[in-house]
Structure formats: structure tokens, C-alpha cells
């Protein structure tokens, strides 16, 4: 903060820039630890193709990962059998299914069938059912919305958006949402042609045994910038995470058909 504006300002911007730098480091804990849970390497909220904490790239298929990401746990197409010509790879293609249909599409599957996919593949490996946690991407809330408008009320189990909380138990998952999920290509909005592999959104379940995380703010001072009238405030944060129980983590790859 420049001593001159210091004097003449009617804001407080230290306070303003410390409150600013605080939610981006928070941030960018959220993005790494996200793509790391959901075995990508990311660039941003952008899947890159190096690697890194022995993920995958963009195709899940690198063997170094066996014994931290289970690679039947990475749902795709071929995890549904009503999408006809599925093939290994292809990102599942997820439209809301209409009130009233009566029939079950051969080109796309619901929100509401991934999640309970999901939830299927945590009850055969015997995952507790208690704490199982989802994280979507605002393309994927907009889907739950349309497929029925009540699951986000608060009657019918939802809590409104409170800390990135938008259901306390659907399928038996607090549901959260975020924006620093992984996505590769245009993201889970790109739609067009079904069956495809690139242009996705990834979203992750878990539950609370699965990973071990930890962060501390070692160190927070201010100091006199040696160039210039001014101060300065930096801060150190420390953080890690290690996943715990693999089978107790869930991937889903879909795009907006």
C-alpha cells in the first residue's frame, strides 16, 4: 500500500487486498485438491497434459497410477448399457430426463443415474454410507434443476447455497458445488455430438475417510517495500492432501448432449 494513496484514500485497501489474497490462496487449495481427488493434472481449472502426485492426463489410462486412483471408478459411457456404440474413453453424454418420460434413451443418461451409479460403486466396495460427499460443476446443478425443479428446495432436502452446499442428501451425498472441478476442451456445456472424448466436465464423490488433508498459515508479516513508500503483507500457505481409501472415490466424465 503506497503511503500516498494510504493518505488520501476513503477505503481501507490493505484490509481489501489481504480479504482478496486470502480467498485466492483458499482457491487455489480447492482447484488443486479437486484435481488431484478426481486423478487429473490440471493447468487453471484446464486439464494439461503433463503429469504430476502420479496422475493421469487427459485419457485415464496411464498404468503409474494403479494403486492410488482405481481405474473402474473413473465412470464412462461404457459404464451404461442403454448408450448404444459406447466404446472405452467416450464421455458420458447426460440430459435431464423430462418429467413423466416413460421411456429410458439410448443416446443420453440422467444426472440422476450417474449419481446413483456412483453410489452403487461405493456400496459394492463397502464405503460407510455415512459422509459421502459430491462435488459438480455448475453445468451439472443446472441439469438437477431441470430434471425436477424440487431437488433444490428447501422441503424437498435442499439448503440453499450456503459454503458451496446445495443438497444436504441426494442419493445419500451432500452435494457441493465449484467452479475449480476439471474440464477439458469447451467444458461440460460443450454439446453436439454424443459419445465423444474431449469436451467434458469431470465431477467427484467420496467420502469423508477417503482423503486426509491439512493446511496452516505458517507465516503472515508485513514490511516496508525497500524500493518505495509503501507497505507490503505476504503470507506462506502450507497445505497437503493424500487420498486414503481409493475405492471410496468416484469420477464421472460427461458433457451437456
Known amino acids: 500500500m503506497d503511503d500516498i494513496e494510504d493518505q488520501f484514500a476513503n477505503v481501507d485497501y490493505v484490509s481489501m487486498a489481504a480479504d482478496r489474497a486470502a480467498y ?30 502420479a496422475q493421469h492426463g487427459t485419457d485415464l489410462t496411464d498404468s ?22 459406447a466404446a472405452a474413453g467416450n ?11 416413460t421411456t429410458i434413451s439410448t443416446t443420453t443418461v440422467s444426472p440422476l443415474t450417474v449419481i446413483a451409479r456412483m453410489a452403487r460403486k461405493m456400496d459394492v466396495a463397502n464405503v460407510d454410507s455415512r459422509g459421502r460427499w459430491l462435488v459438480v460443476d455448475p453445468v451439472f446443478v443446472e441439469m438437477l434443476k431441470d430434471e425436477d425443479s424440487r431437488l433444490l428446495q428447501a422441503d424437498w432436502g435442499g ?11 441426494l442419493h445419500g451425498f451432500r452435494v457441493y458445488v465449484s467452479n475449480n472441478l476439471p474440464a477439458n476442451g469447451g467444458g461440460a456445456g460443450t454439446s453436439g455430438a454424443t459419445l465423444r472424448s474431449s469436451d467434458f466436465g469431470v465431477i467427484v464423490g467420496g467420502q ?33 492432501r493424500k487420498i486414503l481409501r481409493p475405492e471410496a472415490l468416484v469420477t464421472a466424465r460427461y458433457n451437456a448432449a
Do not use: C, W
Not at 483458499?26 to 502426485?53: E, R, W
Not at 464421455?91 to 418420460?101: H, N, Q
Not at 508485513?222 to 506462506?236: E, H, K, L, T
Open 91 to 101: 464421455v458420458i453424454p447426460m440430459a435431464s430426463r423430462l418429467p413423466g418420460a
Open 208 to 240: 469423508d475417510e477417503a482423503v486426509a488433508s491439512a493446511e496452516q498459515i505458517n507465516k503472515v508479516e508485513n514490511y516496508r517495500d525497500p524500493d518505495s513508500f509503501a507497505d507490503i503483507v505476504r503470507g506462506m500457505h502450507l497445505y497437503g
Open 64 to 85: 503409474s497410477v494403479e494403486g492410488e486412483y482405481l481405474a473402474a471408478n473413473h465412470l464412462d459411457a461404457t459404464d451404461f448399457g442403454n448408450l448404444s456404440g
Open 159 to 169: 439448503s440453499g447455497l450456503q459454503n458451496g452446499l446445495v443438497l444436504n442428501n
Open 24 to 53: 485466492k490462496m483458499a482457491d487455489a487449495m480447492d482447484a488443486d485438491v479437486l484435481s488431484y481427488l478426481s486423478g487429473y493434472t490440471t493447468a487453471g481449472a484446464f486439464i494439461a497434459t503433463s503429469s504430476g502426485d
